[in-house]
T-cell receptor, first 110, second 114 residues
Framework: SQQGEEDPQALSIQEGENATMNCSYK?????LQWYRQNSGRGLVHLILIRSNEREKHSGRLRVTLDTSKKSSSLLITASRAADTASYFCATVTNAGKSTFGDGTTLTVKP | DSGVTQTPKHLITATGQRVTLRCSPRSGDLSVYWYQQSLDQGLQFLIQYYNGEERAKGNILERFSAQQFPDLHSELNLSSLELGDSALYFC?????????????FGPGTRLTVL
């Protein structure tokens, strides 16, 4: 099974609301990264959080990491229709092996 | 624009054929990674090259091979194509030889096998 598994698989919200996506993993990691993918396009790196960090912010994005629970969450605040995309977490081990989850499909309705 | 380029954008071919996908990494990046994305398998890591040498192997089939050239561009060769090989193929690059840093993805090549 995938190292990183996102939850929920799909999320639909209204513009202006916050969107929260979760990622769970099984083995020890060096860092965890979140990526965004618009339909049929390449993935775009959003944020990287290292295993010794608990929270990171970038604009309207907030990522948390709980290594004791082996989970991470991505929060998008004040969502916009342009945030509609699939969001993937990628876990990276100390050996440099990375595994992508199946993604969460976010739909933001105007 | 990530700075990673891939050609062609679309490729339609028949079963049993062979195709070559090309990737140019961001300027200065030494690592190139290849991924396959299909509806039923998600995003699967295939193989990584660093400065011309194979660094890591993922779920790459024996019918597939890749190489990285001295100018650091990379090619992914897919042979004896099957219907199930239809997918988006992405290449990504990073500055270092490990995946400890972010990867920059290209726009992908959509392969359709008929």
């Amino acid at each position: 099974s995938q190292q990183g598994e996102e939850d929920p698989q799909a999320l639909s919200i209204q513009e202006g609301e916050n969107a929260t996506m979760n990622c769970s993993y099984k083995t020890s990691i060096n860092n965890l990264q979140w990526y965004r993918q618009n339909s049929g396009r390449g993935l775009v790196h959003l944020i990287l959080i290292r295993s010794n960090e608990r929270e990171k912010h970038s604009g309207r994005l907030r990522v948390t990491l709980d290594t004791s629970k082996k989970s991470s969450s991505l929060l998008i605040t004040a969502s916009r229709a342009a945030d509609t995309a699939s969001y993937f977490c990628a876990t990276v081990t100390n050996a440099g092996k990375s595994t992508f989850g199946d993604g969460t499909t976010l739909t933001v309705k105007p | 624009d990530s700075g990673v380029t891939q050609t062609p954008k679309h490729l339609i071919t028949a079963t049993g054929q062979r195709v070559t996908l090309r990737c140019s990494p961001r300027s200065g990046d030494l690592s190139v990674y290849w991924y396959q994305q299909s509806l039923d398998q998600g995003l699967q890591f295939l193989i990584q090259y660093y400065n011309g040498e194979e660094r890591a192997k993922g779920n790459i089939l024996e019918r597939f091979s890749a190489q990285q050239f001295p100018d650091l561009h990379s090619e992914l060769n897919l042979s004896s194509l099957e219907l199930g090989d239809s997918a988006l193929y992405f290449c990504a690059s990073s500055a270092t030889g490990t995946k400890l840093n972010e990867q920059f993805f290209g726009p992908g090549t959509r392969l359709t096998v008929l």
